[in-house]
């Protein structure tokens, strides 16, 4: 469980960068919270500057557009889903619980 | 409609293909590429993919569980070299024929090389095709000095991919500022400033005269137009790519530097369409990754139409990766247009860690803007830009999870 910012910090349509490994982009979206891996599937860009339309985020390199929910991508150029991770908020303060890696004993 | 022949393996023709079946085209789709690879992306070549591991994959464009789905008969390694519109024939290399019913141009463009003696020595490259970049890769280990010839988008990414490798670097630009044409002086210079502050050594307002080679037929030499003389084992020409429309001279296709299309893509004739960088559509022919991954839709809906339904209104846009920054460009931009740095500083012309953005205004409006390393205020500025034009293209049929 990882401590981002407090909830106050992240007003709606504003996002923040985890410098996890690997990095994680947190959403406030409308007042609904979402945590999916910060880079883009595609090539190198960071989804947390992306365009926050609803719980779409759109890539700002070559906008490609994912689902915030479930991480998968809405169109090209991205054809892979980013991982998507579970977020509460404790004392005012947001937390990412990082998905498990698939295939560890986690 | 019962056969569609894309002529042309690429960005552009994948996305095209992709289209045709987003769109309901269920007849046969013959897809004729003149490289033997399956398509990939350039964009890379000069930026990541040169300074790789030796065995690193070719970045693909498209999977295994795509390339079938599309369902598409692709001739790979074989030219197309003619288009016989009365006959409704393209022409191949290896002598055979494919009849078809409508037809894609999306044949792109080559790279240039220096009209000059000593374009052929060893050691001469041009960076276009992966080939090319798995060739200039392999000798990138060795041999101390490069000279880049041209320092527009793939030189200057070359220049900086070189020095990442911690090679000494000269980049030869006959402007007196690099990219000064596609960026103004004010941009140009701070990529200017991006060569100096990469540590490469940026010589600028004079062409070059001529190569050097040494007795085996390896260059060993510049020669500038002004006299001087730079050593180089490996020198890289970037001084830009010519649309290929070599194969369609005959087919009464209208060409002027591209195949003349209007402004959705159609030809003179409304059953052959064009897209990418051969294109030039409606007057200008773009020559970056958006355009070719956007045109194919508006074509594809007028060649399935039989006539223009539909039209692009594109908002230019591209990007570059130098030194370790990030430029991203879009709009229409005008000598004369004033330059206003909106958000971060120039220190000394340099952009800091954080970037910058500058706008690009006429007569009180933002005609274009440009940033480097700030990609939120970027992407507002170019949404803003593109809902002022009515800009039309954005979006594409496919979808991510088609196949
Ligand atoms: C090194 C490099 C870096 C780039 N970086 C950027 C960037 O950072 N940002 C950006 O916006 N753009 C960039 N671009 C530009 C971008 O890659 C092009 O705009 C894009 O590739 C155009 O796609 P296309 O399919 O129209 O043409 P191409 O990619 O040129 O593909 C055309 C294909 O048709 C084939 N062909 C040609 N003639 C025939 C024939 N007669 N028969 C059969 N096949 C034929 C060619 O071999 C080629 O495979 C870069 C380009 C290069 C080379
Ligand atoms: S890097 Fe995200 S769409 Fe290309």
Known sequence: MIPVCRLDDLPAGESVRVDTAPPIAVFNADGELYAIDDTCTHQDASLSEGWLEGCLVECPLHAASFDLRAGRPTCLPARRAVRTHRVTVEDGVIHVHMAAEEGSAA | ?403
Request: glycine share 14%.
């Open chain 2, 1 to 403: 409609m019962r056969t569609v022949t894309v002529v042309g393996a690429s960005l552009s023709g994948l996305y095209a293909a992709r289209e045709l079946r987003a769109q309901g085209f269920d007849g046969r789709l013959v897809v004729v590429g003149d490289e033997p690879h399956r398509p990939y992306d350039r964009p890379p070549l000069s930026k990541d993919y040169l300074t790789g591991a030796p065995d690193e994959d070719p970045p693909d464009l498209t999977d295994d569980e795509e390339f079938s789905a599309l369902d598409a008969e692709w001739i790979l390694g074989v030219r197309a070299a003619g288009l016989d519109p009365p006959g409704r024939t393209v022409l191949l290399a290896d002598g055979r024929e494919v009849r078809t019913d409508g037809v894609v141009v999306a044949t792109g463009a080559s790279a240039r090389g220096l009209p000059m003696p000593g374009g052929r020595l060893a050691g001469v490259h041009t960076l276009r095709t992966l080939d090319d970049a798995r060739a200039l890769r392999a000798e990138l280990t060795s041999g101390p000095r490069r000279v880049v010839v041209g320092g527009g988008f793939i030189g200057s990414e070359t220049a900086s991919s070189c020095a990442r490798l911690g090679h000494g670097v000269t980049v030869v630009e006959a402007a007196p500022l690099p990219l000064v044409a596609q960026l103004g002086p004010e941009m140009a210079a701070v990529c200017a400033g991006l060569h100096r502050r990469g540590g490469v050594e940026l010589i600028t307002g004079t062409g070059v005269a001529g190569l050097r080679g040494t007795g085996a037929g390896a260059v060993d030499g510049v020669e500038l137009a002004d006299g001087r003389l730079l050593p180089a084992e490996v020198v890289v020409v970037g001084i830009g790519a010519a649309p290929n429309t070599g194969w369609l001279a005959g087919s009464t296709l209208a060409l002027r530097d591209g195949v003349l299309c209007d402004d959705g893509c159609v030809t003179a004739l409304p059953e052959v369409v064009a897209v990418g960088d051969v294109a030039r559509v409606g007057g200008t022919r773009a020559e970056h990754w958006t355009s070719a991954t956007e045109q194919p839709r508006t074509a594809i809906r007028n060649l399935l139409a039989g006539h223009t339904a539909e039209r692009l209104r594109p908002l230019p846009y591209f990007w570059s990766d130098q030194y370790g920054a990030r430029i991203q460009f879009a709009g229409h931009r005008l000598p004369g247009d004033t330059v206003r740095v909106a958000e971060g500083t120039l220190t000394d012309g340099a952009p800091d860690a954080t970037g910058f953005l500058a706008l690009y205004e006429r007569e009180g409006r933002t005609a274009a803007v440009l940033s480097i390393d700030r990609p939120r205020p970027f992407t507002r500025v170019r949404r803003e830009l593109a809902c002022a034009a009515g800009a039309v293209g954005a979006e594409s049929t496919v979808r991510a999870d088609a196949s």
